[in-house]
């Protein structure tokens, strides 16, 4: 196995690399599954699970990949809490941890923060299922990556012997930012800066944010909207000026977007766990398939599905759901991959993405051939579009179906959802519902849903046909009346909570403030 671009990298992962070759040796003696990442450019950069989360992505600009899938033991698996089955998905991805360690960092995520209900699922109707994936601290599904993976980062950190100061900086139109804020405070050795646009976010987004506790967190709001303060971060991670005046003081730069493996293994879990949970109550006969649908931005989630049916999951279709933004489901029909579009701001803002990330890791896993993605992904970065070979398309097709639903048809779905089935549901998993009608199968059908309809009250209450009332706040008790149910505390209390970032700054001063 060629190394070299692992000894490439910084600090001392040369020799750390050398031991972790040792322990794998003896592992491997024992039995266990060792798993190694590559980049989907380069089947030559190889590296351990700890530095695929500490490097985030590959020197030649690739996704890390893991090199095979490890085997679902189903049946041993089918009655574990939610904490226990993570422990055991993890162990299979991450071998340079200690599986001690992956089962407490499970149990300190996956129990209180989410309220006892990590991986509910609910029945909307007969076959029609929600898995509500927003009853964690920031009320969105984020938070089963950003919860855990600030611990895996933390551990990587030491598996590597790294001591530098990692500072993570993330541009964020509202969810990803609080998501991170809350799952990095108060961490050792890590400093989490947030910039969101000034007039980008909703008023509860912004307190998320403004109010967030700890000392290593900073939040500046940014004159702009997301693409300027967007635009601003990655101009400070592409200044080398940057990079050397940290370095002087031990500080590296890191992202947490969701490109990090880090944030993807831990989604791989719910499906499992909602296959389960199915399972149990007779919805699905043992071992036959079951239908997901995704609302998709950057195709992390419903890829972690994919992972999933790989380990031997038996999924039926993967059901790829997008806004008005709907280049994946161009893309799935036809083969066409083409950013060249206009691009609209809806109701579902997380799902507003013309550039999906992780599709490249799709791409390696069907063709298994890195030299094609790089050149597809050359091809993006320089036309802005790509095609792929009719039998690329068919394996993705294999797994994958897809539609997409503008605004209007969301708000009908949302005021539909709860008229018939009396479920209420956000803007973005109204999207999936609208599409998983399109697409069902014989199989049941779960719905992926992404957020609390609470965080966002107004385009709900008018989906409804109510009034919704200028403030946020108002506009959640409003929607707490209307559908008799209460809005969750940690959206509720954030009226009363001290704003303690309350700074404005301009794009260019981003620059200041990473170096701070
Ligand atoms: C981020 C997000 C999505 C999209 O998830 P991807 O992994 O980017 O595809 C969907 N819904 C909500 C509420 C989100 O926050």
Same mark, same amino acid.
């Given at each position: 196995?060629?190394?070299g671009?692992?000894?490439a990298?910084?600090?001392?992962?040369?020799?750390?690399?050398?031991?972790?070759?040792?322990?794998?040796?003896?592992?491997?003696?024992?039995?266990?599954?060792?798993?190694?990442?590559?980049?989907?450019?380069?089947?030559?950069?190889?590296?351990?699970s700890?530095?695929?989360?500490?490097?985030g992505?590959?020197?030649?600009?690739?996704?890390?990949?893991?090199?095979?899938f490890?085997?679902?033991?189903?049946?041993?698996?089918?009655?574990?809490?939610?904490?226990?089955?993570?422990?055991e998905?993890?162990?299979? !991805?991450?071998?340079?941890?200690?599986?001690?360690?992956?089962?407490?960092?499970?149990?300190?995520?996956?129990?209180?923060? !989410? +309220?006892?209900?990590?991986?509910?699922?609910?029945? #909307?109707?007969?076959?029609?299922?929600?898995?509500?994936?927003?009853?964690?601290?920031?009320?969105?599904?984020?938070?089963?990556?950003?919860?855990?993976?600030?611990?895996?980062?933390?551990?990587?950190?030491?598996?590597?012997?790294?001591?530098?100061?990692?500072?993570?900086?993330?541009?964020?139109?509202?969810?990803?930012?609080?998501?991170?804020?809350?799952?990095?405070?108060?961490?050792?050795?890590?400093?989490?800066?947030?910039?969101?646009?000034?007039?980008?976010?909703?008023?509860?987004?912004?307190?998320?944010?403004?109010?967030?506790?700890?000392?290593? #967190?900073?939040?500046?709001?940014?004159?702009?909207?997301?693409?300027?303060?967007?635009t601003?971060?990655?101009?400070?991670?592409?200044?080398?000026?940057?990079?050397?005046?940290?370095?002087?003081?031990?500080?590296?730069?890191?992202?947490?977007?969701?490109?990090?493996?880090?944030?993807?293994?831990?989604?791989?879990?719910?499906?499992?766990?909602a296959y389960?949970?199915l399972?149990?109550?007779?919805?699905?006969?043992?071992?036959?398939?079951?239908?997901?649908? #995704?609302?998709?931005?950057?195709?992390?989630?419903?890829?972690?599905?994919y992972?999933?049916?790989?380990?031997?999951?038996?999924?039926?279709?993967?059901v790829?759901?997008?806004?008005?933004?709907? #280049?994946?489901t161009?893309?799935?029909?036809?083969?066409?991959?083409?950013?060249?579009?206009t691009f609209?701001?809806?109701?579902?803002?997380?799902?507003?993405?013309l550039v999906?990330?992780n599709?490249?890791?799709?791409?390696?896993?069907?063709?298994?051939?890195?030299?094609?993605?790089?050149?597809?992904?050359?091809?993006?970065?320089?036309?802005?579009?790509?095609?792929?070979d009719?039998?690329?398309?068919?394996?993705?097709?294999?797994?994958?179906?897809?539609?997409?639903?503008?605004?209007?048809q969301?708000?009908?779905?949302?005021?539909?959802?709860?008229?018939?089935?009396?479920?209420?549901?956000d803007?973005?998993?109204?999207?999936?519902?609208?599409?998983?009608?399109?697409?069902?199968?014989?199989?049941?059908?779960?719905?992926?849903?992404?957020?609390?309809?609470?965080?966002?009250?107004?385009?709900?209450?008018?989906?409804?046909?109510?009034?919704?009332?200028?403030?946020?706040?108002?506009?959640?008790?409003?929607?707490?009346?209307?559908? +008799?149910?209460?809005?969750?505390?940690?959206?509720?209390?954030?009226?009363?909570?001290?704003?303690?970032?309350?700074?404005?700054?301009?794009?260019?001063?981003?620059?200041?403030?990473?170096?701070?």
């Open positions: 196995m060629e190394v671009e692992c000894i990298f910084k600090t001392h992962s040369a020799l750390i690399f050398h031991y972790k070759h040792k322990q794998n040796e003896e592992n491997t003696k024992m039995g266990c599954m060792i798993m190694q990442y590559q980049s989907t450019r380069n089947p030559n950069t190889v590296v351990s700890s530095q695929a989360i500490l490097r992505l590959a020197p030649d600009g690739g996704l890390f990949v893991p090199q095979s490890p085997k679902a033991d189903l049946q041993a698996w089918r009655n574990l809490s939610y904490p226990e089955l993570a422990q998905v993890l162990k299979g !991805f991450l071998t340079d941890y200690d599986p001690e360690f992956l089962g407490t960092a499970a149990r300190n995520t996956y129990g209180e923060a !989410f +309220g006892g209900k990590a991986g509910h699922l609910e029945k #909307v109707h007969d076959g029609l299922y929600a898995l509500e994936l927003w009853h964690g601290p920031t009320c969105a599904f984020k938070d089963y990556a950003l919860q855990l993976m600030p611990k895996l980062l933390v551990q990587a950190k030491k598996n590597l012997d790294c001591t530098e100061t990692t500072r993570i900086l993330v541009a964020t139109s509202g969810d990803t930012g609080k998501a991170a804020l809350a799952g990095y405070a108060g961490l050792e050795g890590i400093e989490v800066e947030v910039f969101y646009p000034n007039a980008g976010t909703s008023e509860i987004q912004r307190l998320q944010m403004a109010t967030q506790q700890g000392n290593n #967190v900073a939040v500046y709001a940014v004159n702009g909207n997301f693409d300027d303060a967007q601003g971060v990655k101009q400070v991670f592409g200044d080398s000026s940057v990079a050397e005046e940290l370095e002087k003081r031990e500080i590296r730069l890191s992202s947490a977007n969701s490109i990090n493996w880090g944030r993807l293994a831990p989604q791989i879990v719910y499906y499992f766990y389960f949970r399972a149990e109550n007779g919805a699905v006969e043992w071992g036959k398939p079951v239908d997901f649908c #995704v609302p998709t931005g950057n195709f992390g989630d419903i890829l972690a599905g992972y999933a049916k790989q380990m031997g999951l038996p999924i039926g279709k993967l790829c759901a997008s806004n008005r933004n709907n #280049v994946l161009d893309f799935i029909r036809t083969g066409t991959y083409d950013a060249r579009r609209y701001k809806t109701t579902s803002p997380s799902m507003d993405i999906s990330s599709l490249e890791r799709l791409l390696y896993h069907v063709t298994g051939d890195a030299s094609k993605v790089a050149g597809w992904m050359a091809e993006l970065a320089a036309e802005g579009k790509y095609t792929v009719a039998e690329t398309l068919a394996a993705i097709q294999k797994d994958f179906a897809c539609g997409c639903a503008d605004d209007a969301s708000a009908e779905e949302i005021h539909t959802r709860y008229a018939a089935d009396h479920y209420l549901c803007p973005h998993t109204a999207v999936a519902f609208c599409v998983a009608e399109s697409a069902r199968t014989a199989a049941p059908m779960v719905v992926l849903s992404t957020a609390s309809p609470f965080k966002f009250p107004r385009d709900v209450l008018k989906a409804l046909g109510e009034q919704a009332p200028e403030g946020d706040f108002a506009a959640m008790d409003a929607l707490a009346s209307a559908a +008799g149910c209460e809005a969750p505390r940690s959206l509720r209390v954030l009226k009363e909570m001290p704003v303690r970032f309350d700074r404005t700054i301009d794009p260019a001063d981003i620059r200041t403030a990473a170096l701070k």
